[in-house]
């Protein structure tokens, strides 16, 4: 096994540092691009610019950006690659703001689209932070630091969702798109000032034999095989994750109508009930990324991560059950808590595994197999809420148990990544370069 050199440059940056900065850029980040989503689907429906079959079209558009984000988060990571992590980070900010800004000022379903395709085609703050972070982070450490920065991005979720829920309420959907672009703005200004970056290119690599370049080929195409399992997971946590967007708000209505019939509801009010409920997902998966980050450094039986899986499953059955908000923010926590714990688990083992110089480019095709969960899930979301909201709930809990088996067999494989003891760990690469060797060891360290 050749000797993994993740971090060549981490003695000239100070990695505490950045990760200050980048906490704080992606706690403003996320927060604003949550400021405005989770209302997003009664927006369309009580401005008029949807007429009909709301939940459909509110899945449509949500899972628009999600689409373009597919197809550019690799080209992106790539590019950071070679150019420099920094400025994708920078220029993920300043799209979102664009995009984010001019969706307060349009008002037509077809504008928003656009605005929205280009808000995927720009934006992937996460990424790009995940990618600084693990190339300055020692091994050891990257549990801890990429821990925090997941908590950031849920803690700003949360901060986001509760704060856009009453800016909605006090000022109007439209205003909040504009203060989520200010926002952005805001980041990208913070990462150009605060973060630092001591990069090079990387070198001009000398002409491979025709040998050489079908060895090479093999173990791309093996290394790929052997982390199908992980982005699968991924996949599936995004899936998860996402699938109640497009009736989340539409339930909460529904809540209103069951206990205060007498009294009536206005938009104003489900509005901030759903940023409410939304902040409670987002403390509990600020809870459940730093844990993660914690463990993530340390020794843990492997079946932590089936529990969770359940767990989470039947936080989500309580969410289809309730009768009440109590019920739905309990479950909802539980859900969050979970599943935000297993997302943050599997960016560490990515990152552990990433090969040198190659980081930006694996965490790009993380968020491309990422967007197929998004994509899907609003868009089946918003059809299984048809068929009643306990049915949808049902679903996504089903979804969500089929984690457990597959997180097993990711501990059996990668348990050396989920609790590092060694000061050597493969990565994907020595995974491809052995099979290529000992097709025997079916993509297992050797």
Same mark, same amino acid.
């Given at each position: !096994?050749?000797?993994? /050199?993740?971090?060549?440059?981490?003695?000239?940056?100070?990695?505490?540092?950045?990760?200050?900065?980048?906490?704080?850029? %992606?706690?403003?980040?996320?927060?604003?691009?949550?400021? $405005?989503?989770?209302?997003?689907?009664?927006?369309?429906?009580?401005?008029? +610019?949807?007429?009909?079959?709301?939940?459909?079209?509110?899945?449509?558009? +949500?899972?628009?950006?999600?689409?373009?984000?597919?197809?550019?988060?690799?080209?992106?990571?790539?590019? #950071?690659?070679?150019? #420099?992590?920094?400025?994708? /980070?920078?220029?993920?900010?300043?799209?979102?703001?664009?995009?984010?800004?001019?969706?307060?000022?349009?008002?037509?379903?077809?504008?928003?689209?656009?605005?929205?395709?280009?808000?995927?085609?720009?934006? @992937?703050?996460?990424?790009?932070?995940?990618?600084?972070?693990?190339?300055?982070?020692?091994?050891?450490? %990257?549990?801890?630091?990429?821990?925090?920065?997941?908590?950031?991005?849920?803690?700003?979720?949360?901060? #986001?969702?509760?704060?856009?829920?009453?800016?909605?309420?006090?000022?109007?959907?439209?205003?909040?798109?504009?203060?989520?672009?200010? !926002?952005?703005?805001?980041?990208?200004?913070?990462?150009?000032?605060?973060?630092?970056?001591?990069?090079?290119?990387?070198?001009?690599?000398?002409?491979?034999?025709?040998?050489?370049?079908?060895?090479?080929?093999?173990?791309?195409?093996?290394?790929?095989?052997?982390?199908?399992?992980?982005?699968?997971? +991924?996949?599936?946590?995004?899936?998860? %994750?996402?699938?109640?967007?497009?009736?989340?708000?539409?339930?909460?209505?529904? /809540?209103?109508?069951?206990?205060?019939? %007498?009294?009536?509801?206005?938009?104003?009010?489900?509005?901030?009930?759903?940023?409410?409920?939304?902040?409670?997902?987002?403390?509990?998966?600020?809870?459940?990324?730093?844990?993660? @980050?914690?463990? !993530?450094?340390?020794?843990?039986?492997?079946?932590?991560?089936?529990?969770?899986?359940?767990?989470?499953?039947?936080?989500?059955?309580?969410?289809?059950?309730?009768?009440?908000?109590? $019920?739905?923010?309990?479950?909802?926590?539980?859900?969050?808590?979970?599943? $935000?714990?297993?997302?943050?688990?599997?960016?560490?083992? /990515?990152?552990?595994?990433?090969?040198?110089?190659?980081?930006? #480019?694996?965490?790009?095709?993380?968020?491309?197999?990422?967007?197929?969960?998004?994509?899907?899930?609003?868009?089946?979301?918003?059809?299984?809420?048809?068929?009643?909201?306990?049915?949808?709930?049902?679903?996504?809990?089903?979804?969500?148990?089929?984690?457990?088996?597959?997180?097993?067999?990711?501990?059996?494989?990668?348990?050396?990544?989920?609790?590092?003891?060694?000061?050597?760990?493969?990565? +994907?690469?020595?995974?491809?370069?052995?099979?290529?060797?000992?097709?025997?060891?079916?993509?297992?360290?050797?």
């Amino acid at each position: !096994m050749s000797k993994r /050199l993740s971090h060549p440059m981490a003695g000239s940056v100070n990695w505490k540092t950045n990760l200050l900065a980048i906490w704080l850029a %992606q706690f403003l980040s996320l927060s604003a691009f949550s400021f $405005s989503l989770p209302f997003l689907p009664l927006y369309l429906k009580n401005s008029g +610019i949807v007429t009909s079959d709301a939940t459909f079209w509110s899945g449509l558009f +949500i899972s628009a950006a999600s689409f373009s984000t597919m197809i550019m988060s690799p080209i992106w990571g790539i590019l #950071g690659d070679r150019f #420099g992590r920094k400025m994708m /980070l920078v220029r993920a900010n300043l799209g979102g703001a664009f995009a984010l800004y001019l969706m307060g000022v349009v008002d037509n379903y077809e504008a928003l689209i656009v605005l929205r395709l280009l808000q995927g085609v720009f934006t @992937g703050t996460v990424p790009a932070a995940q990618t600084l972070i693990a190339a300055y982070t020692p091994d050891k450490k %990257q549990g801890f630091a990429i821990g925090l920065v997941m908590a950031a991005v849920n803690a700003g979720n949360l901060t #986001g969702a509760f704060l856009g829920g009453m800016a909605a309420n006090l000022y109007g959907p439209t205003t909040s798109f504009k203060i989520s672009g200010f !926002m952005l703005l805001a980041a990208a200004i913070l990462v150009i000032v605060a973060v630092r970056e001591d990069f090079s290119p990387p070198p001009v690599l000398p002409s491979l034999t025709r040998s050489a370049r079908i060895r090479r080929r093999r173990a791309r195409i093996t290394g790929f095989i052997a982390l199908f399992p992980i982005l699968l997971a +991924i996949t599936l946590t995004a899936f998860v %994750q996402t699938f109640d967007g497009p009736y989340l708000s539409y339930f909460v209505e529904n /809540l209103y109508l069951t206990n205060y019939p %007498q009294v009536g509801v206005t938009p104003g009010a489900v509005y901030a009930m759903t940023g409410r409920v939304s902040a409670v997902a987002g403390g509990a998966a600020v809870a459940g990324s730093i844990m993660t @980050g914690l463990v !993530m450094d340390r020794p843990l039986p492997g079946l932590v991560w089936v529990l969770m899986a359940v767990g989470g499953s039947l936080g989500v059955v309580l969410m289809g059950f309730s009768g009440d908000f109590y $019920s739905l923010a309990v479950g909802r926590f539980i859900f969050f808590f979970m599943i $935000s714990g297993l997302a943050s688990a599997l960016v560490v083992v /990515l990152g552990r595994l990433a090969p040198p110089g190659k980081t930006g #480019g694996i965490f790009g095709w993380s968020v491309t197999v990422r967007s197929v969960g998004w994509i899907l899930a609003p868009l089946l979301g918003g059809q299984a809420a048809n068929w009643g909201f306990t049915t949808a709930f049902l679903i996504e809990a089903i979804a969500l148990l089929a984690l457990a088996p597959i997180f097993f067999y990711l501990n059996k494989v990668y348990g050396h990544e989920f609790h590092p003891e060694e000061d050597e760990n493969p990565s +994907i690469q020595d995974l491809g370069n052995a099979k290529v060797a000992s097709p025997a060891t079916h993509g297992r360290p050797v």
